[in-house]
Structure formats: C-alpha cells, structure tokens
C-alpha cells in the first residue's frame, strides 16, 4: 500500500495532465522558470523533477532563457512573483503555477 501523496506529487500529475493533454508537437520543448523561493509552500524543485521523470520521454527540456513551446512558469505561493509579462513572452504558451493553483495553458 502506498503512503500519502506529497503537495509536490499531487501537483506534478495535474501538471502532467495538462501538458499531455496540450502536446500538438511529437516531442515539444519546454522549460520551467522558478520563482525565487522566498516563502514557498511546497517543493519547487522536487515538483519540477517529478514533472520532468514523468515527461522523461515526451518532451525536450531546455533553459527557462531559450525558446520554448511551453514554458512552466513556477511559483512557490500564491504572490506569483515570477509570472510577469517578461517571462510569459520568451515562450510560445505557459502554464502558471501559483502556490497550489494551476492556470490553464495560454498563449505568449
């Protein structure tokens, strides 16, 4: 029997979800850009290599400064300092992370 699911786990499916629910391309690009982790409220990191083992053989990962077909904008809370209009443009679509909140994938 498994323990209980982590805030981190949890997230990383809906992530997972949405983005093989978006793929258009065979193997799309895409990056994660972080906040700066002043008060998170889970595992910003340990979310991203969940999402990254999850999508291991479907996606290409690139730095957060290259361009991307989806760009997983990471907040720690619910403040989203790093959802910003800079950061949304450097990408075709993103899809935000707000504390324990998803957005729906939106285009650049």
């Known amino acids: 029997m498994n323990g209980p699911v982590s805030k981190e786990e949890k997230l990383a499916r809906e ?23 002043c008060n998170p409220d889970f595992d910003r990191g340990a979310l991203a290599q969940i999402i990254r083992r999850e999508l291991a053989s479907e996606v290409s990962w690139v730095s957060a400064q290259e361009e991307t077909d989806l760009l997983l904008i990471v907040n720690g809370c619910s403040t989203g300092c ?12 993103f899809l935000i992370i707000r504390g324990n909140t998803l957005s729906a994938i939106q285009k650049g």
Do not use: N
């Open 15 to 37: 992530v997972t979800a949405r983005i093989r629910a978006w793929k258009k391309k065979i193997i799309p690009v895409l990056a994660v850009k972080f906040c700066g982790g």
């Open 82 to 93: 790093a959802d910003r209009r800079e950061v949304q443009e450097k990408a075709a679509e």
